[in-house]
């Protein structure tokens, strides 16, 4: 392994920077998930864990942040038509994590620069994946809503979960209809905390659009249970994201 670290040859210095600050990242995603296994340990049998959903059932038993995020679910089978339908139950069984300190929230919300930014680069990624005509509308209506947010300038993310939370919109733009699902549940997240969720939601914005796009995705059991998995991954970073104080040095997030 030390082997691959040792050679001539010479790299740019916005290469090296790059790698740097990729490494940075890394890291303290890696100790931050090792802190959460070990707040996990216990001595009873009881597993915590969240498990995907199988057969539409989702076993309360099976979420560590249950008591957080999961309010009124129960356990039994669920079964959805199309896309907005299951999108609209899990929101109405499912709340916002609670902040336990002020100051976390004010961290929250210089998040929120760099996060309209990302919105806006993922919309267009999405927007690329688009093939059909609603898709197409509702992507780039997002794409320009958020792109003239903040006058061009270029953010740097803040919070280590800021990043974790982009990615996750990245990947998932590859699927524009789901991508307008975990877009929402974000806002939907960030709308909880009142007069700073205008910072990040476009006010003309209009929620019809991925409405309808998501009610004409008709939806098989088993892929009912893909999303709610990829839902409820989503919200735990969520639950990170709106809980944590790791900030990123300005020094690797300038770089």
């Given at each position: 392994?030390?082997?691959?670290?040792?050679?001539?040859?010479?790299?740019?210095?916005?290469?090296?920077?790059?790698?740097?600050?990729?490494?940075?990242?890394?890291?303290?995603?890696?100790n931050?998930?090792?802190?959460?296994?070990?707040?996990?340990?216990?001595?009873?049998?009881?597993?915590?864990?969240?498990?995907?959903?199988?057969?539409?059932r989702?076993?309360?038993?099976?979420?560590?942040?249950?008591?957080q995020?999961?309010?009124?679910?129960?356990?039994?089978?669920?079964?959805?038509?199309?896309?907005?339908?299951?999108?609209?139950?899990?929101?109405?069984?499912?709340?916002?994590?609670?902040?336990?300190?002020?100051?976390?929230?004010?961290?929250?919300?210089?998040?929120?620069?760099?996060?309209?930014?990302?919105?806006?680069?993922s919309?267009?990624?999405?927007?690329?994946?688009?093939?059909?005509?609603?898709?197409?509308i509702?992507?780039?209506?997002i794409?320009?809503?958020?792109?003239?947010?903040?006058?061009?300038r270029?953010?740097?993310?803040?919070?280590?979960?800021?990043?974790?939370?982009?990615?996750?919109?990245?990947?998932?733009?590859?699927?524009?209809?789901?991508?307008?699902?975990?877009?929402?549940?974000?806002?939907?997240?960030?709308?909880s905390?009142?007069?700073?969720?205008s910072?990040?939601?476009?006010?003309?914005?209009?929620?019809?659009?991925?409405s309808?796009?998501?009610?004409?995705?008709?939806?098989?059991?088993?892929?009912?249970?893909?999303?709610?998995?990829?839902?409820?991954?989503?919200?735990?970073?969520?639950?990170?994201?709106?809980?944590s104080?790791?900030?990123?040095?300005?020094?690797?997030?300038?770089?």
């Amino acid at each position: 392994m030390a082997a691959l670290l040792v050679s001539d040859d010479l790299v740019d210095s916005s290469t090296f920077t790059r790698s740097i600050k990729n490494a940075w990242l890394a890291f303290a995603f890696l100790n931050s998930s090792l802190e959460e296994i070990r707040e996990e340990q216990r001595n009873k049998d009881e597993i915590c864990l969240r498990l995907p959903i199988r057969n539409g059932r989702v076993r309360q038993t099976a979420l560590s942040f249950k008591s957080q995020n999961l309010t009124s679910i129960d356990d039994g089978t669920h079964s959805f038509f199309n896309l907005e339908d299951m999108f609209r139950w899990y929101t109405s069984v499912s709340s916002s994590p609670v902040l336990k300190h002020e100051q976390k929230t004010s961290l929250t919300a210089s998040s929120f620069p760099y996060l309209r930014q990302e919105i806006a680069r993922s919309a267009f990624r999405a927007l690329s994946f688009s093939r059909n005509h609603d898709e197409i509308i509702a992507c780039g209506y997002i794409a320009r809503s958020f792109s003239s947010l903040d006058n061009n300038r270029n953010f740097s993310p803040v919070m280590l979960w800021d990043v974790a939370i982009t990615n996750y919109l990245y990947e998932a733009a590859t699927y524009p209809a789901g991508w307008t699902m975990f877009l929402d549940l974000l806002l939907s997240r960030t709308n909880s905390f009142g007069e700073i969720a205008s910072n990040l939601t476009d006010q003309n914005n209009e929620p019809n659009l991925c409405s309808r796009l998501r009610h004409d995705i008709k939806i098989s059991p088993p892929i009912s249970d893909q999303w709610l998995t990829m839902l409820l991954q989503f919200d735990e970073l969520l639950t990170r994201w709106l809980s944590s104080s790791i900030t990123i040095p300005s020094e690797i997030a300038n770089s």
